[in-house]
């Protein structure tokens, strides 16, 4: 009795798989959410082992004399992050100052990842912005990318950076108008 109810529900399940899949292949917008779903697990799970390998490096890192002391090259001045060619040195850097910038109270909470990209946009298009300290530069570019978090409203923060101009511009390029 025990195995003819654990066949009928091993049925019953399949039997549902195939109906679901005859009626995805109906309708497109079943198929479109399988596809956006399937790429969301993709991008948690490559998210996830990115973690994994980031406190992995962060460990490693931070035991780094020369490490240390390229992170103290960056207080002063961000001339040398064109000449760091490895992704993972870029993020641990960035990881380094959104640390500092936790300690004192202030969130930022977008990867990494997301402000190595931006900033290596923002230093191709201003290389002289390179000649500010880190934490300055990581600073900007979380305003306007509405991530400082430090209490104060995010809008003025970006006018005070940005210029009314520059303000109204970095509105549109993020879609809130």
Same mark, same amino acid.
């Given at each position: 009795?025990?195995? =003819?109810?654990?066949?009928?529900?091993?049925?019953?399940?399949?039997?549902?798989?195939?109906?679901?899949?005859?009626?995805?292949?109906?309708?497109?917008?079943?198929?479109?959410?399988?596809?956006?779903?399937?790429?969301?697990? @993709?991008?948690?799970?490559?998210?996830?082992?990115?973690?994994?390998?980031?406190?992995?490096?962060?460990?490693?890192?931070?035991?780094?004399?020369?490490?240390? +002391?390229? $992170?103290? !090259?960056?207080? !002063?001045?961000?001339?040398?992050?064109?000449?760091?060619?490895?992704?993972? $040195?870029?993020?641990? $850097?960035?990881?380094?100052?959104?640390?500092?910038?936790?300690?004192?109270?202030? $969130?930022?909470?977008?990867?990494?990842?997301?402000?190595? !990209?931006?900033?290596?946009?923002?230093? @191709?298009? +201003?290389?002289?912005? =390179?000649?500010?300290?880190?934490?300055?530069?990581?600073?900007?570019?979380?305003?306007?990318?509405?991530?400082?978090?430090?209490?104060?409203?995010?809008?003025? =923060?970006?006018?005070?950076?940005?210029?009314?101009?520059?303000? =109204?511009? +970095?509105?549109?390029?993020?879609?809130?108008?």
């Amino acid at each position: 009795m025990k195995k =003819l109810v654990c066949n009928s529900v091993i049925l019953g399940f399949f039997s549902f798989l195939y109906s679901v899949s005859i009626y995805a292949a109906v309708d497109p917008r079943m198929i479109q959410q399988m596809k956006k779903n399937r790429a969301l697990r @993709a991008q948690r799970q490559m998210q996830a082992g990115r973690s994994a390998l980031q406190k992995q490096q962060i460990i490693e890192y931070s035991k780094d004399e020369n490490m240390r +002391n390229l $992170i103290d !090259s960056f207080k !002063s001045s961000s001339i040398k992050w064109r000449e760091i060619s490895d992704q993972r $040195i870029k993020e641990y $850097i960035v990881y380094y100052f959104m640390s500092d910038y936790r300690r004192k109270g202030v $969130i930022i909470n977008k990867p990494p990842v997301h402000y190595v !990209s931006l900033l290596n946009g923002m230093s @191709a298009q +201003n290389p002289g912005i =390179l000649s500010n300290p880190f934490d300055k530069i990581l600073e900007i570019a979380a305003i306007i990318e509405y991530d400082f978090n430090n209490g104060q409203d995010k809008d003025s =923060l970006a006018k005070k950076v940005l210029g009314e101009k520059g303000y =109204l511009s +970095n509105k549109k390029r993020l879609g809130f108008q």
